[in-house]
């Protein structure tokens, strides 16, 4: 027990408890959390700093205005519904089209208005909020993911997770949806986490329900050797960020749309530990590396030198191999 | 800083905490187990006597400070009898006055005492004068010098000799100078004032001492006498016949001094007798009394004895809060366990204590189950989160009232416990489950279920183990260990064991 405890240290991975005393409590201050929690903070910021974000089609704050939502659409086809004060991923509803009255949603079923009315209404009382708060819903800008990564993904939106440690991007991860997580890039309820190269932004290394795979469980695609585009342009967003929140231990969820580029879909106060699975790193190395810098340049482009300079060089693209 | 800070307040509240908790064990002699009893000792003594009409007064000699046992209380029996306490050199005395009285009268006086064995310093008042030697009558002073001789040779200090000369003094066959200094002696109180003119010669001071040796349900039992010699820092006893020294266990020490225990004035015939029974006692409280008592304890007077009953039995299951949180904490942060609700594993693990294990998990998980499935027929409605929960909470409640129903026609009346869990917390369990279930799946929604039960089991043992109890409504002030240990484990940022599992392939991969 007392060896693997060791092992655990040697091998520089950080636990939860060390991410919360130790990253967490002494570089994020409580009074900016709700800047990360409520998402429509986040995004109003984001749009004042030039920060690209999905677009926002109109906010539900109370029950009555349910009944407004068809005519804030429009004639938009597709749109996403969210809490404001959502968590891992949940309480987003993901509309592809719409027929006549009815919705189609990412897993393919229609509904009706009912059921998003419904769904909105379960986000404004709170159900998919931290603690259960009241909450308002946000209906926005569907991505349309980048092709890039059609092979590799089951449905549902992939995104790219980047820790920023007090501005400096150190460990980044693609999370791809799969058949089990039904479409969500949540590495908890099944979906695939590819570790990426700091350096290049080319795929890596590949952890799925806390096992190492080559693969795409549901394609069989070989996952490593993939190039995330406009990686240089991702990493500067990712730096960016942390003059949004003033975070100094921050996760920062980009997407990557088919024309419009990189987007920033959320950040998070509290980024988890899986990181350092999809990347067989240790975030801990990497953090300390950064703490010790003596100072830490304004511009995020110099940050993003940073990671280059520190991170590049101990990444090696090619995947290590796989033990089962 | 933080932490050095941390560690200082921490150190603090052990010393504080331990410090009390040693207090009350080592000085104040509260238990350490739950069920260590000790023996209480009730002595009676009775004085009855034939008052004349006019005014009388009784005065009796009390024990004061008893060496070997510790008073508990003492309480006077007497009518219409006004009474009054006070010392008298080393000892102490009632006095009981009436204006008028006649025809028999009875007073009694009663003390309870605990035995302790720590405690047998005499507390009597500094070394007396050296005697002078007497001028003893002949051939009483030549037989008496010449034993004296004798003793002082064999001897090496005033314990030794007193003990050589007590042998001599009872010795089967005795001298001639001690046939001469035994005769014309009756009683043990005579030989015993007899030996204290013998140790004057010796210029060494002795008293004689009235005492009650107890035994359990004795009665109309009468004083024995007992010799104690100064050695220059302390009274030192001894059996005059027997020569050995100290009191023996049950030897209860009444007056110091050879002079009569009861004096009336305005009466006759007056009569002392002496009782005693025996009764065993919870520790607990003996200790509690004896601290009152002594008055000296600010501790135990704000301790939870003091409380009634019913709020006492209430403290008993708060207390036990503190520790089921350390376990959360362990479990939690040191362990990785995930559970519904921080504390909800406490308060399950509350209700196991009137349910019993068995049941409780038993009646735990079918509420659970029930009210999962009535969740999810309700989640089709599309009802507003507050009325879901309400209802929720509603067929939580018929749940418990229907299955008490049910195990008491069935004869099991463990079932009717159900009505103390915690109903609004079951129905945020059922309704974060499922969420959980939904968004999750079942397998997190199970295993997070499974979690939290174990917790709870695991709590409940610990919380209800009887020793965990007594220690902590005891010792309360070890909840400031307690909470120092929880402070400490606030800043642990070691893995947690399951992390040890999450990431062995980490471990597996550097190893290879």
């Known amino acids: ?324 | 800083m933080n932490k050095l800070h941390l560690r200082l307040l921490a150190v603090l509240l052990l010393i504080i905490g331990g410090g009390a908790t040693w207090y009350k064990m080592a000085v104040l002699g509260l238990p350490v187990t739950p069920d260590s009893t000790t023996q209480i000792w009730t002595v009676e003594a009775r004085v009855a006597f034939q008052a004349d009409g006019g005014p009388s007064q009784v005065n009796l000699h009390i024990p004061h400070n008893p060496p070997g046992f510790n008073v508990l209380g003492e309480d006077f029996v007497s009518s219409q009898y006004g009474l009054a306490r006070d010392r008298d050199g080393d000892n102490r005395v009632a006095m009981w006055t009436a204006r008028r009285a006649s025809g028999n009268q009875t007073l009694y006086y009663r003390i309870q005492l605990s035995e302790d064995a720590n405690d047998t310093v005499d507390r009597t008042s500094p070394a007396p004068p050296y005697p002078e030697v007497p001028d003893y009558p002949e051939p009483f002073g030549s037989a008496a010098l010449s034993v004296l001789e004798d003793v002082r040779a064999e001897s090496a200090d005033i314990s030794s000799f007193t003990r050589r000369l007590l042998l001599r003094y009872n010795s089967s066959d005795p001298g001639e100078n001690v046939q001469v200094l035994r005769s014309g002696i009756d009683g043990s109180t005579g030989h015993v004032n007899n030996l204290i003119d013998i140790l004057a010669g010796a210029r060494i001071p002795a008293r004689a001492v009235q005492v009650l040796t107890l035994r359990d349900r004795m009665r109309r039992a009468e004083l024995d006498t007992f010799l104690e010699v100064h050695n220059g820092t302390e009274w030192i006893p001894f059996n005059p016949v027997t020569a050995e020294r100290g009191y023996p266990r049950s030897v209860l020490v009444w007056k110091r001094g050879a002079e009569r225990l009861l004096s009336i004035s305005g009466g006759s015939s007056g009569n002392l007798e002496f009782a005693a029974a025996r009764t065993v006692r919870d520790v607990v409280s003996v200790a509690e009394q004896r601290a009152m008592q002594r008055g000296t304890s600010m501790l135990m007077d704000f301790s939870l004895f003091s409380l009634p009953v019913q709020a006492q039995n209430t403290y008993r299951l708060l207390l036990l809060v503190p520790i089921g949180a350390l376990m959360m904490v362990l479990l939690r942060n040191v362990v990785g366990i995930a559970t519904f609700g921080t504390f909800m594993p406490i308060l399950i693990a509350l209700a196991f204590r009137e349910t019993q294990l068995a049941w409780g998990i038993f009646l735990f998980t079918s509420v659970v189950a029930i009210g999962l499935a009535i969740r999810f027929y309700l989640e089709n409605l599309k009802l507003l989160l507050v009325p879901r929960l309400a209802a929720v909470l509603i067929v939580v409640v018929l749940v418990m009232a229907v299955l008490s129903i049910i195990s008491h026609k069935l004869g099991l009346e463990r079932g009717l416990s159900i009505a103390l869990f915690p109903m609004v917390i079951l129905a945020m369990t059922i309704e974060r489950m499922s969420l959980v279930w939904e968004e999750h799946g079942a397998g997190q929604a199970i295993q997070q279920g499974v979690g939290s039960l174990i917790v709870a089991i695991l709590a409940y043992l610990v919380m209800f183990q009887p020793q965990v109890g007594h220690l902590v409504f005891v010792f309360p002030e070890l909840l400031l260990v307690v909470l120092a240990v929880v402070l400490l484990l606030g800043r642990y940022t070691g893995y947690r064991l399951t992390e040890l599992w999450r990431f062995r392939h980490l471990i597996m991969d550097r190893k290879n």
Request: charge should be neutral; hydrophobic fraction near 40%.
């Open chain 1, 1 to 324: 027990m007392l060896n693997l405890f060791r092992s655990l240290r040697d091998a520089g991975i950080l636990g939860m408890n060390e991410r919360n005393a130790r990253f967490i409590m002494l570089h994020n201050k409580r009074r900016n959390y709700p800047l990360v929690d409520d998402k429509l903070i986040t995004k109003r910021r984001a749009q004042e700093a030039g920060i690209h974000v999905p677009a926002l089609y109109g906010v539900v704050e109370i029950e009555h205005q349910i009944r407004d939502v068809p005519r804030m659409l429009g004639t938009i086809e597709d749109f996403v519904v969210k809490p404001a004060h959502g968590s891992g991923g949940n309480g987003i509803m993901v509309v592809t089209d719409r027929q006549g009255d009815n919705f189609r949603l990412a897993n393919g079923m229609l509904v009706g208005m009912e059921e998003v009315g419904h769904h909105i209404s379960n986000i404004l009382s709170g159900m998919h909020s931290l603690g259960g708060q009241p909450d308002c819903a946000m209906i926005e800008q569907r991505v349309q993911f980048d092709p890039m990564f059609e092979e590799v993904s089951y449905r549902g939106v992939p995104d790219i997770r980047t820790v920023v440690f007090k501005g400096v991007p150190v460990m980044a991860m693609v999370r791809l949806p799969t058949r089990m997580s039904n479409g969500k890039a949540n590495l908890h309820q099944g979906a695939l986490g590819v570790g990426l190269d700091m350096g290049t932004g080319l795929t890596t290394t590949a952890v799925w329900k806390e096992r190492f795979v080559d693969e795409h469980p549901d394609t069989g695609n070989p996952i490593a050797g993939l190039q995330i585009p406009e990686w240089d342009k991702l990493l500067e967003l990712a730096a960016r960020c942390y003059h949004l929140a003033d975070l100094g231990y921050l996760g920062v969820d980009v997407v990557l749309d088919r024309d419009q580029g990189p987007m920033v879909l959320e950040l998070n106060a509290r980024p988890g530990l899986s990181i350092q699975l999809a990347n067989r790193r240790s975030l801990l190395k990497r953090l300390e590396q950064v703490e010790a810098l003596k100072d830490i340049p304004e511009d995020p482009k110099q940050r993003v030198a940073i990671t280059r300079d520190l991170f590049a060089k101990n990444n090696p693209p090619t995947p290590q191999t796989v033990i089962v």
